[in-house]
T-cell receptor, first 110, second 111 residues
Framework: QKEVEQNSGPLSVPEGAIASLNCTYS??????FFWYRQYSGKSPELIMS????GDKEDGRFTAQLNKASQYVSLLIRDSQPSDSATYLC??????????FGGGTRLMVKP | SQTIHQWPATLVQPVGSPLSLECTVE??????LYWYRQAAGRGLQLLFY??????ISSEVPQNLSASRPQDRQFILSSKKLLLSDSGFYLC??????????FGPGTRLTVT
């Protein structure tokens, strides 16, 4: 069974710090990976996608992919209280569907 | 730009009652459409997906069904709700199977 694993948290970081969110996946055939942000009571919002090994930067967000280790991460620089949310990792695997992790709850304290 | 709508936003229904949730997408043609459920404190569970009118694939056997009567309309139904059907129902669309965009969701409480 294809799985995406995330630490449920909460991950607590002070305002201005770097938040590091991690995700592992089981399907070696997965080719693309996604990070969604979900505020409490709201629907998930796609914030990052990554397809190749290495880093991809978009503003304060950096996604990192290591296919050999089956590991994806999301770094949030200069964390703000407005970044407090649950972050969902997903992979697009050989079944041609997205598999989501359970999410990591991030709390950024002023 | 594309917009996805869901209604109703919230719903409280008794056990055994029927259900109909609607999802529509604007600004695109022939999208892939998906229904997910998110139970409280849980991850996203794919229920159904559709690649075209009348084409529905079910991922999880249950008392729910889906239909796609028009290109940009996706409906989730049940004849008799169970307590376990409570949750946050999310519709999503995509052009590619991987990059999916979610609607605002419907929060269903079965009492």
């Amino acid at each position: 069974q294809k799985e995406v694993e995330q630490n449920s948290g909460p991950l607590s970081v002070p305002e201005g710090a770097i938040a590091s969110l991690n995700c592992t996946y089981s399907d070696r055939g997965s080719q693309s990976f996604f990070w969604y942000r979900q505020y409490s009571g709201k629907s998930p919002e796609l914030i990052m996608s990554i397809y190749s090994n290495g880093d991809k930067e978009d503003g304060r967000f950096t996604a990192q992919l290591n296919k050999a280790s089956q590991y994806v991460s999301l770094l949030i620089r200069d964390s703000q209280p407005s970044d407090s949310a649950t972050y969902l990792c997903a992979d697009h695997n050989a079944g041609n569907m997205l598999t989501f992790g359970g999410g990591t709850r991030l709390m950024v304290k002023p | 730009s594309q917009t996805i709508h869901q209604w109703p936003a919230t719903l409280v229904q008794p056990v055994g009652s029927p259900l109909s949730l609607e999802c529509t997408v604007e600004g695109t043609s022939n999208p892939n459409l998906y229904w997910y459920r998110q139970a409280a404190g849980r991850g996203l569970q794919l229920l159904f997906y559709s690649v075209g009118i009348g084409q529905i694939s079910s991922e999880v056997p249950q008392n729910l069904s889906a239909s796609r009567p028009q290109d940009r309309q996706f409906i989730l139904s049940s004849k008799k709700l169970l307590l376990s059907d409570s949750g946050f129902y999310l519709c999503a669309w995509s052009f590619r199977p991987d990059e999916q965009y979610f609607g605002p969701g419907t929060r269903l409480t079965v009492t």
